[in-house]
């Protein structure tokens, strides 16, 4: 199983790894920084470097749910073999908006009473789709929002076993998306005083990164089905 450097320290822009398998698509590494697309949460791009200074697009990052293990897309894996030592780096301006949109929907998820059922994150804006009758209203949720985002709010992780999230149902959201299990521990998000959930993906520290945004957007997805869409303001 890939050990994933970024559940840890999301702000991680670059690391050391080995090529542990070269397929047809990419590369799979002992260690990584690079995000998997899950959760709504798009794969991190950047690129893998050699010791002799070769490099490799890294266009995609994908993760095996069997065997645990991130496949990481390349351009072309000419010059690549088991055992190598290379350098990763992330396209970082492109995964802070995702991390900035991804901690903005905790925010959306706090002010919205009602179960999670479908999500997405792209170049500069989300969307949460919630299992809702009547849909909120628009100002006054970028409203809110903005207030929580000004407050500048801690982000932090911290772990519990998979029988402390059984016994506390409640904490789970997403009916679209379960936790990441399999190692027996899940992380949590908390965003103090705001919004405790599990979550596998990347989050900014402070709710003040984020930066002004705004709800473009209130959709009828079908019977009590309402997508609400957010956009950051400045990118």
Not at 64 to 70: N, Y
Request: with cysteine.
């Amino acid at each position: 199983m890939t050990q994933e450097l970024f559940r840890e320290d999301s702000y991680l822009r670059q690391g050391e790894a080995t090529v542990v398998a070269v397929t047809e698509q990419g590369v799979e590494l002992d260690q990584t920084i690079f995000y998997p697309l899950g959760g709504g949460q798009p794969g991190d791009t950047g690129y893998l470097e050699g010791r002799n200074g070769q490099q490799w697009r890294v266009t995609d990052t994908r993760k095996d749910r069997e065997s645990g293990q991130h496949i990481h897309f390349l351009e072309s894996t000419e010059g690549l073999k088991v055992g190598d030592m290379v350098s990763m780096s992330l396209d970082w301006d492109r995964r802070h908006v995702h991390m900035r949109v991804h901690t903005c929907l905790h925010l959306l998820c706090s002010l919205i009473d009602a179960p999670v059922t479908g999500g997405n994150i792209s170049a500069n804006k989300g969307r949460l789709d919630f299992d809702l009758p009547e849909p909120p209203e628009k100002e006054h949720l970028t409203e809110q929002l903005n207030g929580l985002i000004q407050k500048q709010y801690p982000v932090s992780k911290r772990w519990i076993t998979d029988e402390e999230l059984d016994a506390q149902p409640e904490l789970v959201r997403t009916l679209s998306v379960q936790p990441p299990r399999g190692t027996g521990k899940v992380r949590l998000i908390n965003v103090e005083s705001v919004d405790l959930q599990p979550c596998g993906g990347t989050h900014a520290a402070n709710t003040g990164e984020i930066g002004e945004v705004r709800v473009t957007k209130i959709e009828n997805k079908g019977k009590g089905n309402r997508r609400i869409i957010l956009e950051l303001l400045s990118v």
